[in-house]
């Protein structure tokens, strides 16, 4: 018996073992690839936070300009765009931003207007593919890499949606980076721009000299600005993934650590049992002999 | 010896310039502005076209705005841009390749979207070539 078992837990030690290199190699990409993630993100930040300063600026300037953009209209369809992973092996990341998402859009089809969704990553497009919702658009294995030309390509799709009254309103969903060990999902409204919204916050500077007008200014703006938003959102989304992934290859790993020092006193134990009864076996055969 | 003033060139990717300049020269919408330190408030639309920028030295260095915006105020004057770069450090054959590739596309485009997509990317890619050879 001791011996087979020995065998066994041998077996299992060493299959744990090998988890365990995958998991710490996961881990290691993830970091590195987090590294860059996060510095990107933080460069898209700088960018749109100017971006939208200045449209508050505009918007704060010229109250009563009227702009297509946050003209409101009666909501019968609405957008959501939503945000996750291309891979999985990411803890709650990618289930806890489809989850809210979902919600949300069972939320919106009880009141009786219409969910399209906007799936980026692959993870989002294989969930809603397989729920009650249109999927409008879908787009995998964007999110490592992506240029601000692709994004604006997404947002040019969406924005057509918009303009031709395809949908009334864009809500998105994803997650944000806040540090290595937190990721929190996020939702809100890209359009209509609540004006109310930006307007607040500090009181019209005076008078500021627009080329060729505030509204052409504003209206040339904003396609920049959702674009904008989405390139920051899937850059954010990004860094939280590979942060989300590392933490739970960490504590993978150390799981499987656990284990294996358990398993290697249950073969220690095993070992010196045999040992013993080994011993036991000779003495008794030569008290036999003797 | 005019004023300085403070300039920052942002874009989606990096910060692309942080510092003092005396005078910017500007392709708006409305044509070639040129900025000088006291400024009035100001904010204008930007295609894609080159940005002279006066340089410690005096001399001018130019760069290729593809598309954004200009705004001036009293804090300074920032330019948002999809992407910006100097025109010495413009790779022409790239820029080549991407005019042929865009004027491609436009001779086999199949719908409108397809067809401004490459128009805009034509213009990047010319306005980049352009810079290029004058700058």
């Known amino acids: 018996m001791a011996a087979s078992n020995m065998k066994d837990i041998k077996r299992r030690i060493k299959s744990i073992e090998s988890t365990m290199q995958i998991t710490k190699a996961m881990q290691l990409v993830a970091s590195s690839k987090l590294r860059k993630a996060k510095e990107r993100a933080d460069n898209a930040r700088l960018f749109f936070d100017t971006l939208y300063d200045t449209m508050c600026e505009i918007s704060r300037n010229a109250p009563e300009f009227s702009s297509v953009f946050t003209k409101k209209r009666e909501i019968r369809t609405v957008l959501l765009i939503v945000i996750a992973g291309d891979r999985g092996l990411a803890g709650g990341f990618n289930s806890n931003i489809l989850k809210l998402a979902y919600r949300r859009a069972q939320e919106i089809s009880a009141t009786g207007k219409t969910v399209e969704i906007v799936a980026i990553g692959k993870k989002s497009v294989e969930y809603f593919e397989k729920r009650e919702f249109t999927v409008r658009a879908k787009y995998s294995e964007i999110a490592e890499g992506i240029s601000i030309y692709e994004s604006s390509d997404i947002v040019q799709t969406i924005m057509g949606h918009y303009m031709n009254g395809l949908c009334d309103s864009i809500e998105l969903f994803y997650t944000s980076f806040l540090n290595t060990l937190t990721q929190e999902t996020k939702s809100y409204v890209l359009l209509p721009l609540e004006v109310g919204e930006i307007t607040k916050g500090g009181k019209a500077t005076g008078l500021t000299e627009y080329e060729p007008s505030a509204e052409a200014v504003f209206d040339s703006i904003v396609p920049g600005y959702i674009t904008g938003i989405l390139f920051g959102a899937i850059v954010d989304s990004f860094a939280a993934e590979q942060a989300a992934r590392r933490t739970a290859m960490e504590s993978a790993s150390d799981n499987a650590g656990e284990i294996i020092g358990e398993l290697q006193l249950v073969y220690n134990r095993a070992r010196q049992a045999s040992i013993t009864q080994e011993i036991t076996e000779i003495v008794g055969g030569a008290q036999v002999q003797s | ?135």
């Open chain 2, 1 to 135: 010896m005019s004023a300085a003033f403070k300039l920052k060139v942002i874009t989606p990717e990096k910060l692309f310039f942080d510092g003092e300049t005396e005078n910017i020269i500007v392709r708006t919408t409305v044509g070639d502005v040129g900025i000088l330190a006291k400024h009035i408030d100001y904010v204008a639309v930007l295609p894609s076209g080159p940005l002279k920028v006066k340089m410690q030295d005096g001399s001018f260095r130019t760069a290729a705005v593809s598309g954004g915006t200009i705004k001036v105020s009293k804090e300074g004057v920032v330019i948002l841009a999809t992407a910006v770069e100097w025109a010495d450090e413009i790779d022409i054959e790239h820029a080549k390749r991407s005019e042929e590739d865009a004027r491609e596309k436009i001779k086999i485009h199949t719908s409108g979207v397809e067809f401004d997509r490459a128009q805009a990317k034509l213009k990047r890619a010319l306005n980049r070539i352009n810079v290029s050879r004058n700058g």
